[in-house]
Structures are given as structure tokens and as C-alpha cells.
């Protein structure tokens, strides 16, 4: 079982509305990562981190920012929400030495 | 920039049959090789990676995988698909001077029973 935890699994919420999708895990992991991933398409890399205080933007153009005040914690925020948003959002982590990340469930918004 | 291609969107077998799904990459250097699977309602998890050493790697659940360097692949195998690898398969690659893994648009595979 993935020890990286994402909330809310699912949320539907108004445009202009500001959201924070949270990210943790409990595994120590100093690389941390927000992918997107809409239906039957490929994992946009949107924003990375190499450790506490260190924030990078991804392949994919995103509104959306992070932080990493903490080396457990890795939340995304949307400070107005809009529908073009709307799709899934995985967080994953990975040790020091590079190998395979693990992911979290996901959260799949929905901007009406 | 790296990219990732996974040829086969869908795919569907009947249980007992061989499975073969492609997966090219683009990058000429230095190269980690993952593929990941997709359960329904589950999270992304790994099932096999490769780094260095023997080309051929065993993953879990039965499935292994080829890097061929000469072709840029590294293509996903089982001898014989059960029911329960109804999932996606998604191919990913990073490479020595990226940070992050690039992924393929993943393949979704249908077993019949």
C-alpha cells in the first residue's frame, strides 16, 4: 500500500473558487512531484520539488503553485478555479537515489 | 525533449493469451526505464525498472520487459494474461539530465475471461 496520501480523492467545486489538494508522505522522500492526467492521456509533469524550499515548474504551463515547507508535505493550490482545470492530479515521491516513484491516489477535480 | 510512445492505446486478449505492449523513447544517452500499472479505481504502481545490467527484467505479477537499445524500446511481455490485469499500462523513461520521469499516453488493456 502506497504510503503517499492525497486529499480530497474527488471535489467539485466552483469556478473562481480557491483550492489547495494536498499531498503527503510518511517515507522520508526528499523528491516530490505533481503530475496531471486527463482520461486516456499521458502524465504532464506540472511542478517538482528536490526538497524543503525547493519548488520547480514541470513540462506542462500550470496556474497552479506549490510549496514544501515541510519534507512530508507538498500541497497545490489554485487561487481561482476555473473549468479548463478540471482533471486528475497525482502526487508522487521518490528516494534520493532516483529509483521508481510511488504515487498516490490522486485527485480528481471537477471545475463547474 | 524526451518523449515516450506507447503504440498500442487498446488493447484486448482473451485470458490465457500473450501479451506484448510497445514502448519507444526518443532520448539517444543514458536512460532509466519504468512501466507502471493502472488497477481500476487504484493508484499508479510499479511494476518493473530498469537501470543497468541484463536487458531483460523481471517485475511482479509475472511480467517482464526488454530494454533494446539499438531500437530505443523497452516492451512490456507476460506469457499468459489472467482476468485481473485489466488495467492501464503506462511506459516511463527518465533520462540522465531531466529530473523528473517522462510517460507515455499508456495502454489500456481488456482481459476477457
Not at chain 2, 47 to 57: A, E, R
Request: glycine content about 10%.
Amino acid at each position: 500500500e502506497a504510503d503517499i496520501y492525497q486529499t480530497p480523492r474527488y471535489l467539485v467545486i466552483g469556478t473562481g473558487k480557491k483550492i489547495t489538494l494536498e499531498c503527503s508522505q510518511t517515507m522520508g522522500h526528499d523528491k516530490m512531484y505533481w503530475y496531471q492526467q486527463d482520461p486516456g492521456m499521458e502524465l504532464h509533469l506540472i511542478h517538482y520539488s528536490y526538497g524543503v524550499n525547493s519548488t520547480e515548474k514541470g513540462d506542462l504551463s500550470s496556474e497552479s503553485t506549490v510549496s514544501r515547507i515541510r519534507t512530508e508535505h507538498f500541497p497545490l493550490t489554485l487561487e481561482s478555479a476555473r473549468p479548463s482545470h478540471t482533471s486528475q492530479y497525482l502526487c508522487a515521491s521518490t528516494e534520493a537515489g532516483g529509483g521508481g516513484y510511488t504515487f498516490g491516489s490522486g485527485t480528481r477535480l471537477t471545475v463547474v | 525533449a524526451q518523449s515516450v510512445s506507447q503504440h498500442n492505446h487498446h488493447v484486448i486478449l482473451s485470458e490465457a493469451a500473450s501479451l506484448e505492449l510497445g514502448c519507444n523513447y526518443s532520448y539517444g544517452g543514458t536512460v532509466n526505464l519504468f512501466w507502471y500499472v493502472q488497477y481500476p479505481g487504484q493508484h499508479l504502481q510499479l511494476l518493473l525498472k530498469y537501470f543497468s545490467g541484463d536487458p531483460l527484467v523481471k517485475g511482479i505479477k509475472g511480467f517482464e520487459a526488454e530494454f533494446i537499445k539499438s531500437k530505443f524500446s523497452f516492451n512490456l511481455r507476460k506469457p499468459s494474461v489472467q482476468w485481473s490485469d485489466t488495467a492501464e499500462y503506462f511506459c516511463a523513461v527518465r533520462d540522465t539530465g531531466r529530473r523528473a520521469l517522462t510517460f507515455g499516453s499508456g495502454t489500456r488493456l481488456q482481459v476477457q475471461p
